[in-house]
DNA sequence: TTCAGTGCAAAAACTTTGCAGGAGG
DNA sequence: CCTCCTGCAAAGTTTTTGCACTGAA
């Protein structure tokens, strides 16, 4: 069942604009897997994301899956995860600010922040280290002091 | 070929205090692990360990090590380190002082730094965001500029 | 027409688990 | 003596790869 009405024209319309410009081929799969991956609510791995496309009833493969998120990685319309788990998240990063994660290593939450420091800090560090810098990852791990913290689970 | 004369004595001592405190048995599988641990150079993952100690006519099992390396972080003998990658790293913060890295997606090069301002970025967020933060990670993605980076090799 | 992209399944890379036997407390 | 720890191998998880076929340009 492939959507038929696009919920991002933008989002279709700056990843063509990519695909073009690296000379990758527009493929329906693509956009598929980029509708999807918008939609999603929060941070999805690769895996995740399959399977719920899978419980739709969509026949895109796990390969292409994986393949779509990375050039959607590239082109910034996601991006690229890791809180400590061995494996890769994504989140949206269309039309959404930057931003920096609190992760509770009690209840598993993650919640986000941001704060201009940073972006002054890495400004600085780069240009003491000879450093071209192009992203960054910022966690912070601990535990949330409010009451409903405490059953964890390990998702 | 067990070593027999102890590198890292104030390392063992701090490692059998956590172990008795914990509850955990002291077994000479678990010592070994940290002689090997602390003799590594740099960054590595727990199967790099596992072989680097097969190579040296090692007895101590995959499981061990892995087991091992967990308790170690525990008790700050390790630092844990997730470099984008999907896997876990470890490195030595025995007698080191905390810092964060730089990582350049070209040639894999990791170099380290440090900067004060971290702590209290981390300090005022908590406190805003009601967290009590036992830890963090600040790694910056790009590239050196220096002339010997060119060769990309992924590790 | 051509070759990058796809689907599928198998393999790879890293980590965890189950089990039986052995040693630490 | 009672478990916890160990070694081993098998299984689990996430990601990548090989191959034959298809469809975008």
Redesign the interface.
């Known amino acids: 069942m492939k959507k038929e009405n696009l919920k991002y024209p933008k989002a279709h319309e700056q990843f063509t604009k990519y695909l073009k410009r690296e000379k990758h081929r527009i493929t329906p799969e693509r956009f598929e897997v980029l509708e999807y991956a918008l939609d999603y609510d929060g941070h999805f791995g690769a895996d995740e994301l399959y399977i719920e496309m899978k419980n739709f009833k969509s026949n895109v493969s796990r390969a292409t899956v994986y393949n779509t998120l990375e050039l959607l990685a590239n082109c910034d319309l996601l991006a690229?995860r890791?809180f400590?788990e061995?494996?890769?998240r994504y989140e949206s990063s269309f039309n959404r600010k930057n931003h920096d994660h609190?992760i509770?290593?009690n209840c598993g939450k993650i919640?986000e922040?941001s704060?201009p420091?940073?972006d002054k800090?890495?400004e600085?560090?780069?240009k003491?280290?000879?450093?071209?810098?192009?992203?960054?990852?910022?966690?912070?791990?601990?535990?949330?002091?409010?009451k409903e913290c405490g059953n964890y689970s390990d998702e």
Chains 1, 2 share one sequence.
């Open positions: 690229k890791h400590g061995n494996k890769t609190l509770c290593v919640k922040f704060t420091k940073m800090i890495i600085e560090v780069s003491e280290m000879g450093f071209e810098s192009s992203g960054y990852s910022f966690n912070i791990f601990g535990r949330c002091t409010n």
